[in-house]
């Protein structure tokens, strides 16, 4: 059976679907920014997840959704974030 994340733009939540349920759900809100919201994600080679846009850079491991401090001089722009690659 598949599984599937769905994430909803302006409130920053994350759903984790599988087995036609709801298994797994994130909400974020990233201190100092107006708008919120995902417009990207990966799947690294070790399984875990990135998920990126106006809510800023997080990293799925084990189940914690953990925020990524970006560089200084990129604060102000991580929310323009629109693909993540290896």
């Known amino acids: ?9 302006e409130i920053s939540e994350l759903y ?10 994130y ?10 919201g995902w417009s990207c994600a990966y799947r690294a080679p070790d399984k875990s ?11 799925l491991v084990h189940r914690e959704l953990v925020p990524i401090k970006v560089p200084p001089e990129m604060t102000d722009q991580v929310g323009f974030l629109q693909a993540i690659a290896a």
Do not use: C, N, P, S
Request: charged share 20%; proline share 0%; glycine share 18%.
């Open 49 to 59: 997840f990135w998920f990126g846009g106006a809510a800023g850079l997080w990293h």
């Open 1 to 9: 059976m598949a599984t599937i994340w769905i994430g909803l733009g």
């Open 16 to 25: 984790h679907v599988a087995k036609g349920k709801i298994d797994a759900y």
């Open 27 to 36: 909400k974020v809100r990233q201190a100092g920014w107006r708008e919120t």
